[in-house]
């Protein structure tokens, strides 16, 4: 059956970094692009980055450039969230998920793992 492992999630102080992994099985791996999504508190969920399939294709939140940087490794069927100088606002429980579309809503995805929680101290 397919599953999406997180890991790597934390509490942190503001300015720090964290890296979370998420290691997937059950499905073709290299033929899905890979997301991250976060959810805060009492906020919708959003999307976070996105690495395609053909690894030729990123995609960033407005919210995460600059900081945030998903990378794959298709041997290991695992993806990367490399997250630097975290801020309060990124505390959220981050969830990885996989798609075939194109698209980078929440609707997009097929597989979602069962997220991880990412705190953030000021």
């Known amino acids: 059956q397919v599953q999406l492992v997180e890991s790597g999630g934390g509490l942190v102080q503001a300015g720090g970094s964290l890296r979370l992994s998420c290691a997937a099985s059950?499905?073709?791996?290299?033929?899905?692009?890979m997301g991250w999504f976060r959810q805060a508190p009492g906020k919708d969920q959003e999307f976070v980055a996105a690495?395609?399939?053909?690894?030729?294709?990123?995609y960033y939140a407005d919210s995460v450039k600059g900081r945030f940087t998903v990378s794959r490794d298709n041997a290991k069927s695992t993806v990367y969230l490399q997250m630097n100088s975290l801020k309060p606002e990124d505390t959220a429980v981050y969830y990885c998920?996989?798609?075939?579309?194109?698209?980078?809503?929440?609707?997009?995805?097929?597989?979602w793992g069962q997220g991880t929680q990412v705190t953030v101290s000021s």
């Open positions: 690495r395609s399939w053909s690894l030729f294709s990123t």
């Open positions: 998920a996989a798609t075939k579309s194109r698209g980078n809503l929440a609707t997009d995805f097929d597989y």
């Open positions: 059950g499905f073709t791996f290299s033929s899905y692009t």
